[in-house]
């Protein structure tokens, strides 16, 4: 897993996007679950959100599930989260 700045523009292209901004825990996680349910192997889901706890729980998401969290990057308030559906 990566932290990147957003300023080097480097991003997976995301299939899907969830913007989540303004939920708490679990609302993000169980957003996400939903569209990667509805997803590829392979394909890129972006999660936006603004929780403070997201960073963790998309962390810990990925290694229950086995879906690869590709970039996690934080640009003031908001974390954008690259998964990738196993």
Aim: positive net charge; glycine residues 6%; charged residues 20%.
């Amino acid at each position: 897993m990566n932290t990147q700045s957003s300023a080097t523009g480097d991003f997976p292209v995301a299939h899907t996007e969830i913007d989540a901004s303004g939920l708490k825990c679990p609302l993000p996680i169980l957003r996400a679950k939903k569209a990667l349910a509805q997803m590829e192997s392979g394909q890129v889901l972006k999660v936006v959100t603004t929780d403070t706890h997201a960073e963790r729980d998309f962390q810990a998401f990925c290694k229950q599930t086995g879906n690869t969290l590709l970039l996690q990057s934080a640009q003031g308030d908001v974390l954008w989260h690259f998964l990738q559906r196993r």
